[in-house]
């Protein structure tokens, strides 16, 4: 299997990987090694016939760990290799070819995402060393947001710190995002309307997008701003750092700390910042889940309800990842608050959709009136496959026009 594009995800602590065909119904190998930065990270392989294995990579680094799994892969060598890189600020504005002024460029956004593109930088420079004749490819993030208006990008703040410090909204989780939407304009007769796209998992946001454009997304200048997440706050009085700081001594490391790992659903529920543990306890009368999951959906609705605004219509309204695509119930209950942009769900679909399945959940428009109300589909994500989808299709385009950087 050499036709295919090996996918990194590297994190601080982690790194993910896939090693797609670029035909799409072949078999996906991949994995994730864990722990790295501690005396014990391990290494996850699934292959391609689904079979699991785990090796100790004991005291291996980022390069180390990148070594293993490549060794691991055998003969299956990738033609490219396409990173997710977090944030690429004002300057990337598409998937584009790594050399190394990318690369600096990328290291000149680490103060507006301190916590992830050292850890991608980490991937990109350990598979070129690895690997100095494939050609590599970073996918950022934030590039599927910046086609946002200025009005729905800029903050409320002096004109000077947007200039010099470039502190604006930029938006996160591109990758699901351009895929859910690409995905709608192939299952929907609406085609590339207005959608508002839910990415509920770990991390959530929630996008509005016009004819395959993002207009406005939840998520800013960090992925802390929006929806209330797993362990992270989500929207907050900006004012209470200094409440906090006065009141409790607490340093702005650790108020940082606290609502973007100890907040959101956890903090909320006291229990778990997993929405398969919280809605279990709640069905058993846990006090805290169902608060969890009373503030979670509630800001949800808000949210999807108030990016209608950046749309000349709503067409429709997507669910995806681990909680948009595998739970029935933050669905209904979201969709119950929005009476006002009329949902129509089917609450059998809604309920009898199987996990990690792809479908439509409204009900069909009565033959007796010409009210046009939003579809609502479940779609799950693949990030992975659309970031192999940009880097081929950058790779090939750079091959036959040289001159192209992206």
């Not at 004749?133 to 009005?151: I, R």
């Not at 929630?206 to 406005?216: E, F, I, L, N, P």
């Not at 299709?393 to 026009?401: C, F, M, P, R």
Request: net charge negative; with cysteine; glycine share 10%.
């Amino acid at each position: 299997m050499n036709d295919c594009i090996l996918v990194i995800n590297c994190g601080s602590s982690s790194i993910k990987f896939a090693l797609v065909p670029l035909q799409a119904d072949h078999p996906r190998p991949g994995g994730l090694v864990e722990r790295l930065g501690t005396s014990e990270p391990v290494l996850k392989i699934t292959d391609e016939n689904g079979i699991r294995q785990q090796f100790d990579l004991a005291g291996a680094d980022h390069p180390a760990a990148m070594k293993a799994i490549l060794e691991h892969l055998g003969e299956r060598q990738p033609i490219a290799i396409g990173h997710r890189v977090v944030h690429g600020g004002e300057r990337f504005k598409s998937a584009t070819l790594i050399d190394d002024d990318v690369i600096d460029g990328i290291r000149k956004c680490t103060s507006l995402a301190p916590l992830h593109n050292p850890a991608n930088l980490d991937g990109i420079e350990a598979t070129r060393r690895l690997f100095p004749e494939l050609p590599q490819v970073a996918v950022f993030d934030t590039a599927f947001h910046q086609t946002m208006p200025e009005h729905a990008y800029r903050y409320a703040i002096p004109t000077e710190l947007y200039q010099k410090h470039g502190i604006r909204r930029y938006g996160f989780h591109g990758s699901s995002h351009a895929y859910i939407t690409e995905r709608l304009a192939e299952l929907s007769e609406r085609g590339t309307g207005g959608w508002v796209i839910a990415h509920l998992g770990n991390g959530c946001s929630a996008t509005a997008v016009w004819q395959g454009r993002s207009m406005d997304t939840s998520m800013g200048m960090t992925p802390l701003e929006g929806l209330v997440m797993g362990t992270r706050s989500g929207d907050v009085d900006p004012g209470l750092h200094l409440h906090l700081a006065n009141q409790c001594g607490w340093s702005v490391q650790q108020i940082d700390q606290m609502l973007n790992k100890h907040s959101g659903l956890m903090g909320v529920s006291g229990l778990s910042p997993d929405m398969r543990d919280l809605e279990q306890a709640a069905d058993k009368g846990h006090a805290g889940a169902r608060l969890a999951l009373d503030v979670f959906c509630y800001r949800l609705a808000r949210t999807l309800a108030a990016l209608s605004c950046a749309l000349p219509r709503l067409d429709g309204i997507a669910f995806t990842g681990g909680i948009g695509e595998n739970s029935p119930l933050v669905r209904a209950r979201a969709l119950s608050m929005m009476n006002a942009l009329r949902p129509c769900l089917s609450a059998a679909a809604n309920e009898n959709l199987a996990r990690g399945s792809e479908g439509r959940i409204d009900q069909a428009r009565n033959d007796d009136t010409t009210e046009v109300r939003p579809e609502i589909w479940v779609i799950p994500t693949d990030e992975e496959g659309h970031i192999a989808r940009e880097t081929s299709e950058l790779v090939q385009t750079h091959a036959n026009h040289p001159e192209a950087r992206t």
